[in-house]
């Protein structure tokens, strides 16, 4: 955090104003803080945002962009305060050094967690209580609570049954809750030699119920930022109706963009620009330029000499670019907006339902725009690879850059991209699921929409163990021992580009080093995923047979992929079918864990002939037609029999997906076909043929075929 922006001059030059004051008031030094990217402790935590937020106000100064308000979020205000010159760049330092060193005193002793409910419905909840409190008004459907670990726990654990959405802040400090009445009176004593007063520049409080209010940013006001709730969501709504229409969120990473969105949009201003600067493992000039560059094209004034000192900006052609791809073709018959085929996701254009929290993507899906970039064919049909499927559920579920814990993870039926599909993927907190439909013809009404895959969005956990365990009964293989399974399976090519370098197994286990290579959008999760999920069906042992992944018990991840990713897999011995599987970096340092991979056989070696019990003899000399004809009620029946239905409750036209055959299904209405008819079908013949009609039509055709006798040799 910083580093890179050490080579800027003015971002280097705050550094270096506060590099004594920070010497002599907390003991160490931020240039080499920023150098070493130390931040273990909440008093460097504290003390750099402000160092960062004040050399990234003087580097947006430096491109002509300066604030005309301003409003500061918790700890921000002190940054605010000083850019509003409410008190010296010193005074300002030495007021954080002191407050960050109360707070070592706090360290450890509480934690916090948005809620999916407003400051009102939060505080409600929690009246009376001194354990936990509404400390955050973050938006008008967002509210972050803060106190004692275990209360805390207990909203973890509780408040999703209830529908609401709960996500853990990363914080061992119960900030603006009572575990800091005690740090404020200290603070607020703390301020006597530095010279504070009121702001130059308009500043909306956030620290006081009006955000207008205008007072000298005293002792007492500063112990109210520390202790009292933080009412962004009303100084941002404040702020809009006094005229203001471009926000800009001065951070090394967005921590309040996406809540000042949502208070903007909620409050019916729509003409405004929410801007960024940083993001977390990001190029930091270059991410700077972009956020430079993207204000510009806002409406923002910048001064373009600090980037290009000489010469003069060029009129470009009057007209306006058009911004369109000429890679793929996107389908736009129904009007969907399409995915990103570089973000391994299927979501497109989002839709928030007025008055609740669910949310709605809307894509088209063919094989010209499936969202990964490999093949991911399964006996010649393209299926989406499941670590899209996640991905998406990932990318629904949380702001990018965002830690995300999914469970129950099912993914009923096999998506496949050989005819355009219209998709659609619906957060209704905390579920998630992706369905898909296919375009009704002109005239027909539309059919119903199939549900492929859903979850459930938790809190963000912990992965467990955070430390790849050693292997001492793991020998070498050869690394393409994966792909030569899969390929003996009838999957010659996975969906994302990786490598395995190494590989140990032993009894059920595997353990891959696989590199990746990264395409799409940086920082995706899916070529792990899709490495990982293409590791784990190769841990059940004896001769390779077809499986696939229908439900993940839980998916944990952290921070942001390795380019390098230790895979290991292992049976779980609990429960039939299953595999868990960790995810580490080559430290050995877990940053993933699936658990309860469950993984059917689709297809299995082919039974003795003894074992089917086919009429063969029944359709000699019979047309495909006849045979077809022939087939058709007892093919209805079988399915039935799998599907506990009647079999007049089973439409032969209609797909059966749609009817509710599902992925575990497909392999015993399979093998029942196989042994009633005395023929070998193919794992992927109810994906191919997806109607009752349509598989007595290919039974038709190969049993026709089978039984037709021999045409005399011509000379013989």
Same mark, same amino acid.
């Given at each position: 955090?910083?580093?890179? &922006? ?26 080499? #803080? ?7 402790? +909440? ?9 960062? =937020? ?38 300002? $330092? ?16 509480? $934690? ?42 207990? #909203? ?45 520049? %308009? ?11 205008? !007072? ?16 962004? /969501?009303?100084?941002?709504?404040? *702020? ?42 990001? !190029? ?119 830690? #995300? ?16 599909? =219209? ?6 907190? !905390? ?30 956990? =912990? ?11 793991? /020998?070498?293989?050869? %690394? ?13 090519? @996975?969906?994302?580009?990786?490598? +395995? ?29 899709? *490495?990982?999920?293409?590791?784990? !069906? ?23 992929? %390795? ?124 994906? =191919?043929?997806? @109607? +009752? ?8 055709? &190969? ?10 040799? +011509?000379?013989?």
């Amino acid at each position: 955090m910083g580093r890179e &922006l050490l080579a800027e001059p003015e971002f280097a030059a705050l550094v270096d104003e506060v590099e004594p004051i920070f010497a002599a008031e907390i003991g160490f030094s931020p240039r080499q #803080v920023l150098t070493d990217g130390d931040l273990g402790t +909440i008093d460097r935590v504290q003390t750099m945002i402000f160092v960062m =937020q004040l050399g990234l106000a003087r580097l947006w100064s430096a491109y002509g962009v300066t604030p005309v308000a301003v409003i500061g979020h918790s700890v921000g205000e002190l940054a605010a305060a000083v850019t509003a010159g409410a008190m010296s760049v010193a005074d300002g $330092a030495r007021l954080i050094c002191r407050r960050s060193k109360l707070l070592r005193q706090a360290e450890g002793k509480g $934690a916090m967690v948005m809620a999916g409910l407003s400051f009102e419905e939060a505080a409600e909840r929690l009246a009376g209580r001194s354990d936990l409190v509404a400390a955050i008004a973050s938006a008008p459907g967002s509210t972050v609570l803060s106190g004692d670990v275990a209360a805390v726990e207990e #909203v973890v654990n509780d408040w999703p049954a209830e529908g609401i959405m709960v996500r853990r802040v990363a914080s061992d400090v119960a900030f603006h809750s009572p575990q800091m009445e005690p740090l404020a009176a200290e603070l607020a004593a703390a301020t006597a030699d530095l010279a504070l007063g009121a702001p130059r520049l %308009p500043m909306y409080t956030t620290a006081l119920p009006d955000p207008r209010s205008t !007072p000298v940013l005293d002792g007492a006001y500063w112990a109210a930022n520390l202790r009292d709730p933080v009412r962004l /969501a009303a100084a941002t709504t404040a *702020a809009a109706q006094d005229g203001h229409r471009v926000f800009l969120e001065i951070s090394p990473h967005p921590v309040v963009a996406h809540s000042l969105t949502e208070t903007l949009s909620e409050h019916g201003f729509e003409d405004v620009f929410v801007g960024t600067t940083l993001r977390r493992n990001q !190029p930091e000039r270059a991410t700077f330029a972009i956020a430079v560059g993207t204000a510009h094209c806002h409406g923002v004034t910048v001064d373009w000499s600090r980037l290009q000192p000489h010469g003069g900006l060029a009129d470009l052609p009057p007209y306006a670019w058009q911004h369109r791809r000429h890679w793929r073709e996107l389908p736009t018959g129904d009007g969907n907006r399409g995915h990103d085929v570089r973000s391994h996701t299927l979501l497109g254009a989002v839709t928030a339902l007025a008055g609740s929290r669910t949310r709605a993507w809307r894509t088209s899906l063919e094989d010209a725009n499936r969202p990964y970039p490999g093949s991911h064919a399964l006996n010649g049909v393209e299926i989406v690879p499941a670590a899209v499927l996640v991905n998406t559920f990932l990318r629904a579920a949380g702001e990018e850059g965002e830690d #995300v814990t999914l469970t129950g993870v099912e993914m009923t039926h096999p998506l496949m991209t050989a005819e355009r599909r =219209q998709i659609q993927v619906v957060h209704e907190p !905390p579920a998630v699921r992706l369905a898909a439909r296919t375009p009704a013809a002109p005239g027909e009404p539309e059919p119903a929409w199939l549900v492929h895959a859903t979850t459930d969005v938790a809190a963000p956990r =912990q992965v467990k163990p955070d430390v790849l365990p050693d292997a001492p009964g793991l /020998a070498p293989l050869d %690394p393409g021992y994966v792909h030569r399974r899969l390929d003996a399976v009838g999957v010659p090519s @996975t969906g994302f580009d990786w490598t +395995i370098e190494t590989l140990l197994g032993g009894d059920g286990a595997l353990r891959a080093t696989v590199h990746t290579v990264a395409a799409g959008e940086p920082g995706s999760w899916a070529p792990a995923l899709d *490495a990982a999920m293409s590791v784990a !069906p190769c841990v059940f042992p004896g001769e390779p047979v077809l499986r696939m992944v229908v439900h993940i018990g839980e998916v944990v991840l952290t921070g942001t992929p %390795p380019s390098t990713v230790v895979v290991d897999a292992a049976v779980d011995p609990a429960a039939p079918d299953t595999v868990r599987a960790l995810l580490a970096d080559v430290d050995g340092r877990v940053v993933g864990h699936l658990t309860g991979l469950r993984y059917p056989v689709i297809d299995a070696p082919a039974p003795d002939e003894e074992e089917r019990r086919g009429p063969v003899g029944a359709f000699a000399g019979l047309t495909p037609a006849d045979v077809r004809d022939r087939v058709l009620p007892e093919v209805r029946a079988e399915i039935a029999a799998v599907m506990r239905l009647d079999p007049g409750d089973l439409a032969v036209r209609r797909p059966l997906v749609e009817q509710g055959l599902d992925s575990v299904m497909t392999v015993m209405v399979r093998r029942r076909l196989d042994k009633r008819f005395g023929c070998r079908l193919p794992a992927t013949l109810l994906w =191919q043929q997806p @109607t +009752i009609l349509a598989i007595a039509e290919h039974l038709g055709d &190969l049993l026709a075929g089978v039984t037709a006798e021999p045409e005399p040799a +011509i000379g013989g």
